[in-house]
């Protein structure tokens, strides 16, 4: 009689873990798709950084729309030179910080290079490395770029400029951004393939 009650439960376990796995696999990619956070067009603020209001003026309001363009802020490339975030506008804008020490934002770029090979013509990729001087510096990013393959533009961030701008204090952390320069939508913590080309295809003209 035990064995048999040992049997049944046994049998019963197994069958909510296939069901549980059968769920899993339905429901991933909305799941997938809940980690990004879609903006109105409203602020100047990113969405790391808190918003304040004085007085009535500063508040936003149905009759007064607010404009959400990217905040600008100048990387160098490996050879030194600078770049600004505004000099990609008229494109889309795939924006991403990430740093060599960081497990999940080394998950995450398999599907980057991926997306970059496929749509790069069609999208800035903008990859910008927190280069601290100390726990992360220009060669240990480029390194570690150069020993894994991958060829989308890498950025530094020697002035932490861009990273002060967009008040990054965790890594990874990716925008959208479309043609126009306005925020569209972004994802704190490593994106899968699915949730990253959700945000393209919010950012991508059909």
């Not at 990217?70 to 008229?90: C, I, Q, R, Y």
Request: glycine residues 8%.
């Amino acid at each position: 009689m035990k064995k048999q009650k040992l049997l049944l439960m046994l049998v019963l376990f197994l069958g909510v873990m296939v069901a549980a796995g059968l769920l899993y696999n339905t429901l991933k990619d909305d799941i997938a798709a809940d980690r990004l956070t879609t903006l109105p067009t409203t602020g100047q603020q990113t969405p790391n950084q808190s918003q304040s209001a004085t007085d009535e003026t500063q508040q936003p309001t149905h009759d007064q729309p607010q404009d959400f363009t990217a905040p600008d802020f100048t990387v160098v490339d490996l050879a030194g030179k600078e770049h600004k975030l505004s000099d990609f506008v008229g494109k889309p804008i795939v924006l991403n910080f990430w740093a060599s020490w960081c497990g999940p934002c080394k998950s995450e770029m398999p599907d980057f290079q991926k997306a970059y090979e496929t749509c790069g013509d069609r999208i800035h990729f903008v990859m910008v490395n927190l280069t601290d001087g100390s726990g992360e510096t220009v060669k240990t990013a480029s390194d570690f770029i150069a020993s894994a393959g991958y060829t989308f533009p890498v950025y530094y961030d020697t002035r932490s400029d861009a990273a002060m701008t967009y008040g990054v204090n965790a890594v990874p952390v990716t925008y959208f951004i479309d043609a126009s320069g306005q925020l569209i939508a972004y994802g704190q913590g490593a994106l899968d393939a699915a949730t990253l080309q959700s945000g393209i295809d919010m950012i991508l003209p059909e």
